[in-house]
């Protein structure tokens, strides 16, 4: 079992930068994969990007391809998402979540999550 928060959202101006943090507690974090996700009002919950248990491979969906970098230090239990040239569109609930599987990238294959953080972009 495994508990996750995640921080560092806000309100940011169109083209700026945001890095969110989660923190997870229980055993075994470096065993599992760790996504990103992001949902806004009235849209289904999106895939942002995944990383593998060692941080050795990473999965980002297209529309974020480029301008979001995901990473982990399993010495401190914290996977993170850096999010550049922020888009209005970019706005939504981010949440992260922890997985069995290998690079998952559905929401079906996450157990854990956490309860988001806001990201508004402004324009």
């Known amino acids: 079992q495994v508990q996750l928060v995640e921080s560092g959202g806000g309100l940011v101006q169109a083209g700026g930068s945001l890095r969110l943090s989660c923190a997870a507690s229980?055993?075994?974090?470096?065993?599992?994969?760790m996504g990103w996700f992001r949902q806004a009002p009235g849209k289904e919950r999106e895939f942002v990007a995944a990383?593998?248990?060692?941080?050795?491979?990473?999965y980002y969906a297209g529309s974020v391809k480029g301008r979001f970098i995901i990473s982990r230090d399993n010495t401190k239990n914290s996977v993170y998402l850096q999010i550049n040239s922020l888009k209005p569109e970019d706005t939504a609930v981010y949440l992260c979540a922890a997985s069995y599987g290998s690079l998952p990238r559905r929401s079906y294959e996450y157990t854990y999550w956490g309860p988001g953080t806001q990201v508004t972009v402004s324009s």
């Open positions: 229980g055993r075994a974090f470096s065993s599992y994969a």
């Open positions: 990383i593998r248990w060692d941080g050795a491979g990473t």
